[in-house]
C-alpha cells in the first residue's frame, strides 16, 4: 500500500526530528492532485506507530486544493477535480502551479 510506505517515511523524519522528545502532532501538508487518501493516511500512521514511541502522536492533514496555469487563457485557475484541463476554455496545455505538495509543516512536541 502506497499510503503505508509513506507512513514509515514520515516516522523516520519524524523520529529524527523529535530527536527523542515525546511528539503529539505532525502537520501535513497534502495537494489534492496526490493520489494520497487522507483517511487511508490517518489509518496507516495507526497501525505503522502502534506499540513505537509515536503511538501517542496524531496526524493532521491540511489539504492544498490543484491550482492550474492554462497557457490558451494565460489564467490560474483553482481544481475542483484533480483533472488536468482547463475550467475556462478547456485547454490541455496547462502547468500545475499548486497540488502536489506532500510537506511536513512542522512537530508539535507534547509537553514533558
Ligand atoms: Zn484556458
Given at each position: 500500500m502506497h499510503e503505508l510506505s509513506i507512513c514509515r517515511s514520515i516516522t523516520a523524519i519524524v523520529t529524527k526530528h523529535a530527536a527523542g522528545k515525546p511528539v503529539k502532532t505532525v502537520h501535513l501538508k497534502v495537494g489534492e492532485?496526490?493520489?494520497?487518501?487522507p483517511d487511508t493516511l490517518a489509518y496507516c500512521w495507526e497501525l505503522v506507530t502502534?506499540?513505537?514511541?509515536?503511538?501517542s502522536a496524531e496526524l493532521d492533514i491540511e489539504r492544498v486544493p490543484g491550482a492550474i496555469r492554462c497557457a490558451s487563457c494565460d489564467e490560474t485557475h483553482t481544481l475542483?477535480?484533480?483533472?488536468?484541463?482547463?475550467?475556462?476554455?478547456?485547454?490541455?496545455?496547462v502547468t500545475i502551479v499548486s497540488g502536489e505538495e506532500f510537506l511536513i509543516t512542522s512537530l508539535e512536541l507534547a509537553e514533558v
Open positions: 492532485l496526490r493520489q494520497i487518501v502502534d506499540g513505537s514511541e509515536l503511538a475542483t477535480a484533480p483533472i488536468l484541463v482547463c475550467p475556462q476554455c478547456g485547454g490541455r496545455d
